[in-house]
């Protein structure tokens, strides 16, 4: 069984800043894409941002020079930094991982439980 667990969401002033903190745990073989998307009331779940093992990233156009996702992956821990947060950035926060168990080849996917994050005016 694999976990992911965020933490790190919260309530914020808007221009405020934000770490987000996903940890895997479980039955491990590897994990390929980390990932952070959100969910606002009443909307899709939409990408954020995304990192591949070997550190490529991207990210939603709306959060481009104000966040930055790390990864560490000796501690199978994925991060997000949100700077300059806006009211718009409120969401629920999921982490997402893409990941390789012991005796298998294929790949699956497993969500976290997600984190509020809240800005305020």
């Known amino acids: 069984q694999v976990q992911l667990v965020e933490s790190g969401g919260g309530l914020v002033q808007d221009g405020g800043s934000l770490r987000l903190s996903c940890a895997a745990s479980?039955?491990?073989?590897?994990?390929?894409?980390m990932g952070w998307y959100r969910q606002a009331p009443g909307k899709q779940r939409e990408l954020v941002a995304r990192i591949t093992r070997g550190g490529s990233t991207n990210y939603a156009d709306s959060v481009k020079g104000r966040f930055t996702i790390s990864r560490d992956n000796a501690k199978n821990t994925v991060y997000l930094q949100m700077n300059s947060l806006k009211l718009e950035d409120t969401a629920v926060y999921y982490c997402?991982?893409?990941?390789?168990?012991?005796?298998?080849?294929?790949?699956?996917?497993?969500w976290g439980q997600g984190t509020q994050v809240t800005v305020s005016s």
């Open positions: 479980g039955s491990i073989f590897s994990i390929n894409a």
């Open positions: 997402r991982g893409i990941i390789v168990v012991p005796g298998s080849s294929a790949e699956y996917l497993y």
